[in-house]
């Protein structure tokens, strides 16, 4: 157990540790689209598919496999380009709000935007 990680468990054997600054992100990411609920069902709720998102990528390949463009280069393209949806992310490394990932049955109480394969915007600048 260390300070600067949270552990999430269904039991003893399957730990998950995730660190702070993701916690927080992930439950901001969560809480847009459970605005309805009341505060128990949703604390149980978001750590009931937070668990499940983290199962899903710790499986495929553990925490190192979320890459992502440094903050800078996000910044210059939404101001540049006025880019507001990243094409292939996740909900772990998304930086907007608005992006498209892999794993919608996982992703999606964090508010994907589905496959990328299957997004189909009218208009817009995309990363």
Request: glycine share 6%.
């Amino acid at each position: 157990r260390h300070a600067h990680t949270l552990d999430l468990f269904l039991s003893k054997k399957h730990i998950l540790k995730l660190n702070h600054e993701h916690y927080d992100k992930l439950a901001a990411l969560w809480k847009v689209t459970h605005q309805e609920e009341d505060d128990t069902i949703r604390t149980a709720a978001f750590h009931d598919d937070l668990y499940s998102l983290l199962a899903r990528y710790y499986s495929i390949q553990g925490p190192g496999f979320q890459a992502a463009c440094p903050e800078q280069v996000f910044d210059s393209l939404a101001h540049g380009l006025a880019v507001t949806h990243e094409c292939f992310a996740s909900p772990l490394n998304c930086y907007y709000g608005s992006y498209c990932s892999a794993f919608e049955n996982v992703d999606g109480p964090f508010g994907t935007s589905g496959s990328f394969w299957d997004f189909s915007p009218t208009e817009g600048s995309f990363q």
